[in-house]
């Protein structure tokens, strides 16, 4: 005998209950998308482990490119919507469980980006004054989970493995003046220890040639127009040869091409600082003193073989760093009770429905990996969402036991957890805008949690 199953009809009086893990652009995308769907009504609760809300917009895009923060106002509008609530200062895996979720909410929607980097995987890795260039931005950018961290900032040399735009972040934020900084939203511990750095020479380091890295061009520009920054180039290393040039269609490689020769045929200024953007070139040791810190970075030169894959030569050198950052990569970070492929970093998923699990998806980078800009989030966010609709509209998701916004609150009170609401973070906002206006600059980040947590709508 056969049971028959009566789908949930979702309304205005019950209406479909998500909960989205993590705020940053594909989770604010995520609510987004929700809310402009007309076929059934929603209800959307985004959690986040930090009080504050954005993710990399706040923490990861670089403080002196403030133009592309300006997306925070679309993410304001979506906040600010009554079906929408933003629940910070809540951690998954820890205030809440999965089980916690799956009573409480019709689907589920994972969007926590990639949190982890890769390694280099060389001799050396560990020592003092080698780290990921992700751990670095975080400092200069205020995350609390770094905001504590003693950066002792005494290397006269940096080196920066790879060739995105992360390694032209965080070099150019290394070079670049306090005067060059004051504009920027860099934390103030950031600011001040930035002031007294000595650092001179810093080098970008790509195992390949000029026309594999993946910079942006506009990026790329701005070394050649930094007020006590010398670009330095050799020309024997983005040397290209002509079948290979008339190969390249990409315009973005085409201008980066351009502007890499610019430098190489510049003469330097005899600017107090540095940049060498060196390329067909690996890592292969970081050497350390006797007290365990980066004294060295042993090089070895390479030649792309004829798939343009990077070839060691045997050909080494040293340069003078006390610092390595490495710029290889982020990497998805597995949640507590959540599917997770090892080898690529990502729930593993089909179209964001994630593998073996009704009523649960993904979207952003935990779901396809690191790749794209943040706009790429958002048809990333609304195809997945298209997706969940479909299930739920087909009746294949199961109505959660306890499904309203009273009975989660009362279970996070119950727990003891300090909720931050969106009119919470509102009130910082405010605050941190007063305070950089005070200093002459566009905003003074408070990095402490437990500063954040003070910080409140009245």
Do not use: C
Request: glycine share 10%; no cysteine; aromatic share 6%.
């Amino acid at each position: 005998m056969s049971h028959s199953f009566t789908p949930p009809i979702f309304t205005t009086q019950r209406p479909l209950r998500v909960a989205v893990i993590g705020s940053g652009p594909s989770g604010v995308y995520a609510a987004e998308a929700l809310i402009k769907q007309t076929q059934i009504p929603a209800e959307i609760d985004v959690f986040d482990r930090l009080p504050t809300p954005y993710g990399l917009v706040r923490y990861g895009v670089a403080p002196d490119h403030l133009t592309i923060k300006s997306v925070t106002k679309g993410f304001e509008k979506t906040f600010s919507d009554p079906r929408v609530r933003f629940l910070g200062n809540v951690e998954f895996g820890k205030d809440l469980t999965h089980a916690d979720l799956k009573a409480h909410y019709d689907a589920i929607m994972y969007t926590v980006g990639a949190s982890g980097d890769r390694r280099l995987g060389i001799p050396g890795e560990d020592l003092s004054g080698s780290m990921s260039a992700t751990e670095f931005v975080a400092w200069y950018n205020g995350h609390p989970d770094a905001a504590a961290r003693e950066m002792v900032l005494s290397a006269t040399g940096v080196a920066v493995v790879g060739v995105g735009n992360v390694a032209l972040d965080v070099s150019r934020i290394l070079l670049k003046t306090v005067t060059e900084l004051q504009s920027s939203d860099i934390a103030p511990h950031a600011l001040d220890t930035l002031e007294k750095s000595p650092v001179q020479d810093v080098w970008i380091l790509g195992r390949r040639g000029a026309a594999q890295a993946k910079f942006t061009t506009k990026e790329l520009r701005e070394f050649g127009e930094l007020s006590d920054a010398d670009p330095v180039v050799r020309p024997e290393e983005v040397a290209v040869d002509e079948a290979a040039e008339a190969a390249i269609t990409d315009n973005v490689v085409k201008k980066n091409l351009e502007v890499i020769r610019d430098f190489a045929g510049r003469t330097p200024e005899g600017k107090p600082r540095r940049l060498h953007l060196r390329f067909l070139v690996s890592p292969v040791e970081i050497l350390g003193d006797e007290n365990g810190n980066v004294s060295g970075l042993k090089i070895e030169r390479n030649t792309l073989d004829d798939s343009g894959n990077a070839v060691g030569t045997g050909e080494t050198e040293i340069l003078p760093v006390q610092m390595v950052l490495r710029s290889v990569g982020y990497r998805g970070v597995a949640l507590p009770g959540v599917p997770f492929d090892e080898k690529r970093g990502v729930i593993p998923n089909a179209e964001g429905r994630v593998d073996g699990r009704t009523g649960e998806y993904t979207s952003g980078w935990i779901k396809r990996g690191p790749s794209g800009v943040i706009g790429t989030n958002r048809k990333d966010a609304t195809d997945t969402v298209a997706h969940l609709i479909a299930d739920a509209g087909a009746g294949e998701l199961p109505a959660a036991a306890n499904a309203s916004r009273a009975e989660i609150d009362a279970l996070l009170q119950e727990r003891g957890v300090d909720v931050y609401t969106f009119a919470d973070w509102q009130a910082l906002d405010t605050h941190e805008q007063a305070q950089g206006q005070a200093q002459g600059r566009p905003r003074a980040k408070v990095v402490h949690k437990h500063e954040m947590l003070g910080h409140r709508r009245k």
